[in-house]
């Protein structure tokens, strides 16, 4: 089931189609930004979110203006189970044990096959930003798998590249929340740019399912799950950091970089000089960075 549930122009923006779907009894939301005149050549771009982000209204301005800079239809999905406003489902708490995005890329999927059907009948492009790095990746491996060729994957500091213990991760993490507020605030004088709010979630279950995404992510399948992606389909990626992010680190950061290829897909690492991890919540950052995504 799809419902339209919001479309609104916004001023001097471009219109938002938000559908909710619902997925396994579990609700998404798919937000399809459409450029105003001709399109680029480039695919849609299909976007997926960090850990404990909501698809609100700073989020839909985000992808609104990268929609706008670069001409093409952005898609944003959801991260299945998260909000409590959502239902739960508690199937692919399974398969996150295993550290395995597999469940959350299938909802994923059926999510925009309900919501934006037309746009699969092309190939498209994916880009991910921390927990989105794993999530899309997992649905880019999904498309490809359902013959949807995908041109290019763009990860905007992808966490867990290799494996790590889960206190150290909240620890990074952490350190990383509190220099949050220097991206933030490059967007002080952009008055179409909504204030970015916390998320608050009482639903226990809701935690259950963060406790296990960020198990998931601690054990890293990310790269394995790239390495099928381009054996099969050859898109190429770009892989965006902060110089000075603990965690997306430029070792890790490069030891990915040739992984991928070494299995023959064109690769560039962008960094982004004294950048933390909360970059891609500076406008003026996306705006920079722009001109590298596929």
Not at 117 to 134: N, R, T
Not at 139 to 168: S, Y
Not at 266 to 276: A, D, E, L, N, S
Request: hydrophobic fraction near 40%.
């Amino acid at each position: 089931m799809s419902t339209l549930i919001q479309q609104y122009p916004g001023p001097d923006t471009l219109p938002v189609r938000m559908t909710e779907t619902v997925i396994d009894h579990t609700r998404l939301h798919v937000a399809v930004i459409e450029p105003d005149g001709p399109r680029s050549g480039a695919p849609p771009l299909i976007a997926t979110l960090g850990i404990m982000a909501e698809l609100n209204d700073f989020e839909v301005a985000r992808y609104r203006y990268l929609a706008s800079l670069q001409r093409r239809p952005v898609l944003v999905l959801d991260t299945p189970g998260w909000l409590a406003s959502q239902g739960q489902s508690t199937r692919s708490w399974s398969s996150l044990r295993r550290g395995s995005f597999a469940k959350v890329a299938d909802d994923m999927y059926a999510a925009l096959k309900q919501a934006a059907p037309e746009f699969l009948d092309e190939p498209v492009s994916v880009i991910g930003y921390s927990m989105g790095c794993s999530s899309g990746s997992a649905l880019a491996w999904r498309l490809a798998k359902a013959a949807i060729p995908v041109r290019a994957v763009t990860l905007v500091e992808p966490v867990a590249i290799e494996k790590t213990d889960v206190i150290r991760l909240g620890v990074r993490n952490g350190r990383e929340n509190l220099r949050l507020g220097r991206h933030l605030a490059d967007n002080a004088d952009l008055v179409d740019v909504p204030r970015s709010e916390p998320t608050v979630v009482s639903d226990p279950a809701a935690w259950t399912t963060l406790a296990h995404l960020v198990w998931a992510l601690s054990r890293a399948e990310m790269p394995h799950v790239l390495g099928k992606l381009t054996a099969l389909n050859h898109p190429a990626y770009t892989l965006i950091h902060g110089g000075s992010s603990r965690l997306a680190p430029a070792g890790a950061v490069t030891r990915l970089a040739e992984h991928l290829r070494k299995g023959g897909s064109p690769v560039q690492v962008v960094t982004v000089p004294k950048g933390r991890h909360g970059l891609w919540q500076s406008f003026p950052v996306v705006e920079t960075l722009s001109p590298f995504i596929g």
